[in-house]
């Protein structure tokens, strides 16, 4: 197991300062990034926030508005920012993102080498991974975004461990300083196989390269790309089902789910299988029902991993 210290994570590590950003937290789906300015506040439909009164208090807290209205306070985490960061491009969401940073073999003090940036969705993961002693080398050709997603890294605190460049990688390949560098190599790119050898350079051996493009076409031919260089060549459709979670009286689940007993019940409280609603404990209180959410993502694109050949 690696040594790693829990306390350094966000959450557990702070109080909430003037300066900070914070996730202000209503529901699931509702949430914005905020900057405390003791002298702001916040209005929305639950009443005035004032940021003074955050300021001292613990990430995650539950803070109320003039009105007794609440919401909660939560760290700029990744996957949080993931969720709230304003999209200037297509971005990956937490499914792809959990997988790349799981097959890149990601450990803190590794170097990570990206492109394109986009809104910076993956690199706020990607930066988190290699810290506190790693670094993310990330290219994008777009001045504005390369700027904005600077801007960004500053706001969540990551500029320390983040380079972005603009630089067209699938013209140029990656800069000739980083030859050798990288344990990973990330593209998202139009055409990735213009930028695969220019990446197959800049790996140590054995290094992970990945690239995600939505079209299987794009995926045949980065494959054909990395054969010459690469080995352990294999693509992954991450296809991720939510389930929601909620209390319903009886009547209320017949009508929507048909008859008690269409949908095999089961008993374990932890886990949704096929079956759409978890057993009631027959006291006739309401039912726990766990069903497929509408607002499931469906295909995002596909994920192709494939390890440098090390030459004896
Ligand atoms: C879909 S976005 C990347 C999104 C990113 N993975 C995220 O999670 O936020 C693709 C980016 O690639 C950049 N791009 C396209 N062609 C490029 C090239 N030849 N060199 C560098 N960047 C390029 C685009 O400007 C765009 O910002």
């Not at 990744?78 to 990601?106: G, N």
């Not at 766990?290 to 004896?312: D, I, M, N, Q, W």
Request: net charge neutral.
């Amino acid at each position: 197991m690696l040594p790693m210290d829990s306390t350094k994570k966000l959450s557990f590590n702070r109080k909430i300062t003037d300066g900070d950003l914070v996730i202000v937290y209503e529901k699931h789906d509702n949430m914005k990034a905020v900057k405390v300015n003791e002298y702001s506040v916040l209005e929305n439909r639950f009443g005035v926030f004032k940021h003074s009164d955050w300021i001292g208090k613990p990430f995650g807290c539950k803070v109320s508005s003039h009105k007794g209205g609440f919401v909660y306070l939560l760290a700029p985490t990744p996957e949080l920012w993931t969720l709230v960061l304003s999209h200037r491009t297509q971005i990956l969401y937490i499914a792809d993102i959990s997988f790349v940073v799981m097959y890149l073999e990601l450990i803190p003090g590794c170097v990570v080498l990206e492109s394109g940036t986009g809104s910076g969705s993956l690199s706020t993961s990607l930066a988190r991974a290699i810290a506190p002693t790693g670094h993310v080398y990330t290219f994008d050709f777009h001045e504005q975004r390369a700027a904005a997603a600077r801007e960004d890294f500053e706001k969540t605190g990551l500029s320390g461990l983040v380079t972005i460049g603009v630089r067209d990688i699938q013209g140029e390949g990656f800069p000739k300083e980083l030859v050798g560098v990288a344990d990973a190599v990330f593209l998202d790119l139009p055409q990735p196989w213009l930028a695969i050898p220019s990446a197959g350079e800049m790996l140590k051996p054995d290094g992970i390269l990945c690239s995600f493009s939505p079209c299987i076409e794009q995926v045949q031919r980065s494959s054909e790309t990395l054969t010459a260089k690469f080995t352990d060549i294999r693509t992954f459709e991450v296809l991720l089902r939510t389930y929601e979670v909620r209390e319903v009286k009886m009547d209320e689940s017949q009508s929507e789910e048909g008859t008690p007993g269409s949908h095999r019940p089961c008993k374990r409280k932890h886990r949704a299988t096929e079956a759409s609603h978890w057993q009631q404990d027959g006291s006739g209180s309401p039912i726990v029902m766990a069903r497929p959410s509408s607002e499931a993502k469906g295909h995002t694109g596909y994920l192709t991993f494939a390890r440098l050949k090390c030459v004896a």
